[in-house]
């Protein structure tokens, strides 16, 4: 038959190779095999399948080389589940099977994207004994490559006895795609040993490597490699494209320009890593500026292109410009239902804080990723609308919809900031039982029960941990010193520092604020020498503005004014924290003339006071008797735009009260637009008390008897005594034992380190 093989050469149209067909008809060579063979391999490149198919059909006894034949030209043209019902036809057909069927079909198992079926057919390999034939082992470890089964392909990768260099860069490419570029890099290694020297192809996924790692060292040899070797490809600016990025993630933003800049002719791909660099690099506005001349060059930017663009949107707040690109986006129909965009979007309309928007996006968002859940949840948390968020996981979990540690670690947070401590421990039994409990998760929990009051659960998941960060021993210290185990809190501190743990500025903030609160001056003193010498409080430059504000507050407490007002001296960044700090140490020590001054000060330095710098001027008015000033900046507030607020009723009461205007105390009690808690009434109460105002007291009994605080019904038994009214004085005592309120008893703290 070889005679014809010009023939079918010469067969350029389905008419001409009709005629051949005919022709072999009539002289009855059609049954020949090889003739057979090549009707249905010419009919399926030039013709319809279905004349292949009957050729294939009307052979009399087809072997596996005529089904491998069919089969491969099944998959070319993209009709896999045709090529696996041929497959497995010729399975009850045939009992040898020759090695040439398998790597169409696990092509088409590929294309199918049916695992199953693909390790069915690699079982069918090896027990046809083809597991060590070179074409197949590759055509195995496209299958798991593309299925993304890492520890397949490892496996068949590591039993193949001859490996291309084709085999090298699948596996390369694999373990840094799946999160795993060391071992990536590794490979590399092996493979450079093995005696393959890398292609364009590898030289991606090497660049990839490097960059994910930030290693700029191996990164430059990376290029240096392309450069020397001038490895070249069909598309040369996808490798550029490839060491910018990665030059971009090693945060060598100058190279990665100069690469950029070298490019002729930037297509989308290249305009897409550039902005990627920088928003990697944190220079939002300097990847905003490359979108706009991508734009004036008039190329198109692809969906990736827009989701680093409104990234920069989303971390610059910048509402405007992220609508306008969301418009075009609709405009361009680049993502009609929002399942590759849809996180992004949400993403900027969440940091720019249009929670109906960001909900719109993701109720019309046909296929929500788990990230579009995440991303929904962790904005409703950060703005402080837990119940929201707690809504949302309940949507989602009734979805069947399996949470990530992202999810459980949000939810936990809210869980703790409303005290839901049942729903809290469910999520704990949860991911105890499905192995989600790693770090980020367990310092959620710690965080959650220790707002929750159950300090020994947080403390029994934070000695049980094999692994703790520095946020992890930050996260057990605030509980401790949030619950009043300040010793422990101060204990944990010792301990990070004895051990040569890795501390961060939150870690002193806790430890400050525990010294602050235990009144530890000595301790207090030796953190402030520490943190001098660790470079965080630098005595020319201001490095951290709540550190020296906490070291303010501590000094103060702790009775050292004259250290307070040098922290304070040397701060060159004053917030209107520091500033409120400062009224404050004052006016607690009796200075309210100083705290006067320092007020005058922060007006002059344009710094605008807030509603704790308020109340803090008018404690230290109401301590010194300073009526009519503490009147002044009662009535100051409005012309700062600050609106008063219970407390800030209460420190006018206060300051009324103790001067003797009970009257006028009395007055604003009554014209207050919200109801009188027990501050407001206390302070009345008090003063009332001092100033011997027993017909006030009798006016505001039926508001006192709604008070739920001990110490105002001891104060209340008080007045009674020093009045001699015996039976209101029992009336009262026996109202505390029913409503089991007991008289807290009085403790002193010395200092012992």
């Excluded at 090497?206 to 450069?227: D, F, M, N, P, R």
Aim: glycine share 6%; with cysteine; net charge neutral.
């Amino acid at each position: 038959m070889t005679q014809y093989m010009p023939l079918f050469r010469s067969c350029s149209t389905t008419r001409t190779l009709t005629q051949l067909h005919a022709h072999l008809l009539v002289t009855g060579q059609h049954r020949s095999h090889f003739a057979s063979t090549k009707l249905i391999d010419s009919y399926a490149q030039k013709g319809p399948l279905d004349s292949a198919k009957l050729v294939f059909q009307t052979f009399p006894r087809p072997d596996s080389f005529m089904y491998g034949v069919l089969i491969k030209r099944y998959v070319w043209q993209g009709l896999f589940t045709e090529a696996l019902a041929l497959y497995c036809n010729m399975l009850h057909e045939l009992t040898v099977i020759s090695s040439f069927i398998f790597p169409s079909v696990l092509q088409a198992c590929s294309g199918y994207r049916d695992l199953n079926v693909g390790q069915t057919v690699h079982g069918r390999i090896i027990k046809c004994g083809l597991e060590s034939d070179p074409v197949v082992q590759t055509s195995l470890l496209h299958l798991y490559r593309e299925a993304s089964y890492l520890s397949y392909a490892r496996k068949v990768f590591d039993e193949m006895p001859e490996r291309d260099l084709v085999s090298w860069s699948s596996i390369i490419s694999m373990h840094v795609r799946n999160g795993q570029p060391i071992q990536g890099l590794k490979l590399f290694h092996n493979m450079v040993k093995d005696g393959h020297d890398p292609d364009y192809v590898t030289l991606l996924s090497i660049a990839e490597a490097c960059g994910e790692l930030g290693l700029l060292l191996q990164s430059k040899s990376i290029h240096s490699y392309t450069i020397t070797r001038k490895i070249e490809s069909n598309d040369q600016n996808t490798l550029t494209n490839s060491l910018i990025a990665m030059y971009g993630k090693c945060g060598e933003l100058y190279t990665a320009e100069t690469l950029f800049n070298r490019v002729s002719n930037h297509c989308t791909s290249s305009w897409t890593a550039m902005i990627t660099c920088y928003n990697h690099n944190g220079y939002y506005e300097q990847a905003l500026k490359v979108f706009n001349k991508m734009q004036e060059s008039k190329t198109e930017p692809n969906a990736i292109t827009i989701m680093g663009i409104l990234c920069s949107c989303a971390r610059l707040h910048s509402l405007k410009q992220g609508k306008s690109i969301h418009g075009f986006v609709i405009r361009k129909h680049l993502d009609p239902n929002n399942n590759v965009l849809g996180p992004a979007l949400i993403d900027l309309y969440s940091n720019c804080g249009k929670f109906d928007s960001c909900h719109k996006i993701f109720d019309i968002t046909k296929n929500k990723h788990l990230v579009s859940w995440n991303m929904v949840i962790s904005g409703y948390n950060r703005e402080g609308m837990f119940d929201h968020a707690l809504d949302l996981f309940k949507q989602m979990t009734s979805r069947k919809i399996s949470p990530d540690e992202f999810t459980l670690a949000s939810v936990v947070s809210a869980c703790g900031n409303i005290n839901f401590y049942n729903l809290g421990t469910q999520i704990h039994n949860y991911v105890t039982k499905t192995g989600i409990l790693n770090e980020f998760v367990q310092n959620s929990l710690i965080d959650m029960y220790a707002k929750c009051g159950f300090v020994n659960l947080a403390y029994n998941i934070f000695k049980n941990m094999d692994r703790k960060s520095v946020v992890t021993w930050n996260s057990m210290m605030w509980g401790f010193s949030h619950n009043g185990f300040l010793n422990e809190a101060m204990n944990l501190f010792d301990n990070m520092f004895l051990e040569g743990l890795e501390m961060d500025a939150v870690t002193f903030l806790n430890a400050i604020q525990s010294c602050s609160d235990l009144r530890y001056l000595k301790k207090g003193k030796w953190i402030h020498q520490k943190l001098i010498t660790n470079g965080y409080i630098d005595i020319d430059t201001d490095k951290d503005t709540y550190i020296d504000t906490s070291l303010l507050d501590m000094y103060a407490k702790c009775g050292d004014l004259f250290m307070a007002q040098r922290v304070f001296d040397f701060m060159s960044n004053k917030s209107v924290v520091s500033w409120s700090a400062m009224i404050d140490a004052y006016g607690m020590h009796g200075y309210a003339d100083m705290a006067i001054l320092v007020f005058d000060k922060m007006t002059e330095s344009k710094t605008k006071p807030n509603g704790i710098t308020f109340m803090n001027i008018l404690s230290a008015c109401s301590h010194a008797g300073y009526v009519e000033k503490g009147k002044f900046y009662f009535e100051s507030m409005k012309d700062f735009g600050v609106e008063p607020n219970l407390e800030h009723f209460s420190c006018l009461v206060d300051l009324l009260s103790r001067a003797g205007h009970l009257d006028d105390a009395y007055g604003i009690v009554n014209s207050i637009p919200f109801p009188p808690n027990s501050g407001v009434l206390g302070s009345l109460l008090n003063g009332c008390r001092i100033h011997r105002r027993l017909d006030i007291i009798e006016r505001i009994q039926e508001n006192l008897e709604k008070i739920d605080d001990t110490g105002y019904y001891t104060l209340l038994s008080n007045i009674s005594a020093e009045g001699q009214d015996w039976k209101q004085f029992q009336n009262i005592r026996s109202m505390m034992d029913t409503t089991g309120l007991r008289k807290l008893q009085g403790c002193s703290v010395i200092q012992t380190r």
